[in-house]
C-alpha cells in the first residue's frame, strides 16, 4: 500500500546572481566590517582636504566610477567557482594592510589610499582565486586614479608642464595679434597678470583624462593591446593640447571681460572645456586609429 504522508515542501532558494555559491553571509560581513573600519577613516580625510582641490577633484567622480564597475561585475563574479589562492591572497593582504599601517601612521596618503586597492586584491585571491581577480581587474586598476599623487612628484613634474604650456599658449596668441607676454608661468596680456596655476596646465590633469581615456576604452570593449597602447600613450599630447586650450581661454577671456570674468565662474566652466576639447581630441584619434587597426572588440 503507497505512503499516503504529504512530501515536504521545497525549500526557497535565494536568488542568484548575487553572490558565489556557498558564500558564508557571516564571514562576508565580517569582511566588510573590518573595511569600512580601515578605510572610512581614509575617505572622511579625502573629502576634507584632497577632494575639495582643484587638482584632485576627480576623486569622487574615479570612486563612483570604480563601484558601479565592480558592481556590474556581480554576476560574473558571483558565477566563479571559488579556488581560493590562499598563499598568494594572504600574503597580498598582508602587504596591503602593513601599507596601510605605514600610510596611516606616517600620515602619507599615497600609501594609504593606494592600500585599499592591495587589500581589495588580496581578498578576492583569498576568497575566491585568480579568476575573480581577472574579472575585477579594471574596476581595481580604476581605483588607481583616485590615490592622490606624491607631492615631491607632482612638483617635480608640474613646473616643466606649466612653462611648456604657458610658452605655447603665449606664442600662440602674440601670433594671433594679442599684447601677451611671458615670465616663467606668468602671463601678461593688457594690464592683467594671470599665473598658470599647477590646476590648469598640471600633471592631475593629464593623469585625469589619462583616466578617461581608459575608461573609455574598457567601454568600448577593446581588446587590442597594440591598439590600446598607442591611444594610452597620444592622450598625454592630447592632455597637453587641452590644458593650452584652456589658458588660452583663460587669457581671452580676462583681455576682453576683466579680471573678475577669468577667476569667477568661466575659469570652472574652462575646467570643463579641458575635458570636452580632451574627448572629442581623444574620439577623432580613436576614429583615426580605426583605419589602421582594427579596435578587436569583446563580446560584452
Not at 208 to 236: F, K
Amino acid at each position: 500500500m503507497a505512503d499516503a504522508r504529504p512530501a515536504k515542501p521545497a525549500l526557497a532558494k535565494p536568488p542568484a546572481g548575487w553572490l558565489p555559491a556557498g558564500a558564508d553571509l557571516v564571514a562576508l560581513g565580517l569582511v566588510l566590517a573590518g573595511f569600512l573600519a580601515l578605510y572610512v577613516p581614509s575617505y572622511l580625510l579625502l573629502a576634507e582636504r584632497i577632494w575639495p582641490t582643484d587638482e584632485q577633484g576627480h576623486g569622487p567622480i574615479i570612486l563612483a566610477v570604480s563601484l558601479y564597475l565592480l558592481f556590474a561585475k556581480r554576476h560574473e563574479l558571483a558565477a566563479v567557482a571559488a579556488r581560493p589562492a590562499t598563499w598568494a591572497g594572504g600574503c597580498t593582504l598582508l602587504f596591503g594592510v602593513a601599507l596601510y599601517a605605514l600610510g596611516r601612521s606616517q600620515f602619507i596618503m599615497f600609501f594609504e589610499v593606494f592600500s585599499q586597492v592591495i587589500v581589495l586584491a588580496g581578498l578576492l585571491l583569498y576568497f575566491l582565486g585568480w579568476r575573480a581577480l581577472r574579472v575585477a581587474w579594471f574596476p581595481l586598476f580604476f581605483l588607481l586614479f583616485m590615490v592622490p599623487l606624491p607631492g615631491s612628484l607632482v612638483a617635480s613634474v608640474t613646473g616643466p608642464l606649466k612653462s611648456a604650456v604657458s610658452y605655447v599658449a603665449s606664442n600662440l596668441l602674440y601670433e594671433l595679434g594679442y599684447p601677451v607676454a611671458r615670465s616663467g608661468v606668468i602671463l601678461t596680456v593688457g594690464q592683467y597678470q594671470l599665473l598658470v596655476a599647477d590646476a590648469c596646465a598640471g600633471l592631475n590633469s593629464m593623469f585625469t583624462l589619462e583616466a578617461l581615456g581608459l575608461l573609455y576604452m574598457h567601454l568600448m570593449g577593446y581588446t587590442n593591446p597594440v591598439r590600446n597602447t598607442v591611444l594610452a600613450i597620444l592622450i598625454i599630447p592630447i592632455a597637453f593640447i587641452a590644458n593650452i586650450i584652456r589658458v588660452m581661454i583663460l587669457v581671452l577671456v580676462t583681455f576682453h571681460l576683466g579680471d573678475e570674468a577669468g577667476q569667477g565662474f568661466v575659469h570652472d566652466f574652462a575646467g570643463m572645456v579641458l575635458f570636452m576639447v580632451g574627448l572629442i581630441l581623444m574620439l577623432s584619434t580613436d576614429k583615426l586609429l580605426g583605419l589602421f587597426m582594427k579596435p578587436h572588440r569583446s563580446a560584452a
